[in-house]
């Protein structure tokens, strides 16, 4: 079963990778860095990895947490015959002046509210128009 990672990186996490691609980002002033390649089951991790690290700024705001840097890892694998997937597996690397306590309750509510990761769990249709 072949594998497909992406990370992206915001804060003090983006990367420094000459192959990392910017983009800017709602709620950094320097961007985010994404490290993927482009074929679709790439940009599937890559829409959950980018999910998650929004979603980390947004409820972070909400709660009232500093965070000075987010990396999300992302990957899985595809059956290269079927292309049936594996699932998807995230990481996320924070840092933060927040306790231990703050960053659970945070990530917590990041893993609830996520929209793409709720979206594919849920499973939807695709077709074409």
């Known amino acids: 079963m072949e594998q497909f990672?992406?990370?992206?990186?915001?804060?003090?996490?983006?990367?420094?990778?000459?192959g990392a691609i910017r983009f800017p980002h709602r709620w950094t002033p320097e961007g985010v860095t994404v490290e993927a390649d482009f074929t679709g089951a790439h940009l599937l991790?890559?829409?959950?990895?980018?999910?998650?690290?929004?979603?980390?700024?947004?409820?972070?705001?909400?709660?009232?947490i500093r965070i000075d840097g987010v990396r999300v890892s992302a990957d899985?694998?595809?059956?290269?015959?079927t292309w049936i997937s594996s699932g998807i597996t995230y990481r996320i690397e924070l840092s933060s002046p927040a306790s231990v306590e703050?960053?659970?309750?945070?990530?917590?509510?990041?893993d609830d509210v996520a929209e793409i990761p709720r979206a594919i769990r849920a499973g939807t249709t695709v077709r074409r128009s």
């Open 5 to 18: 990672a992406v990370v992206v990186g915001a804060g003090s996490f983006r990367s420094d990778d000459g």
């Open 102 to 110: 703050e960053l659970a309750v945070l990530l917590d509510r990041v």
């Open 45 to 64: 991790h890559l829409a959950t990895a980018g999910c998650v690290l929004n979603d980390i700024y947004r409820e972070a705001g909400e709660l009232d």
């Open 76 to 81: 899985g694998g595809f059956d290269t015959q």
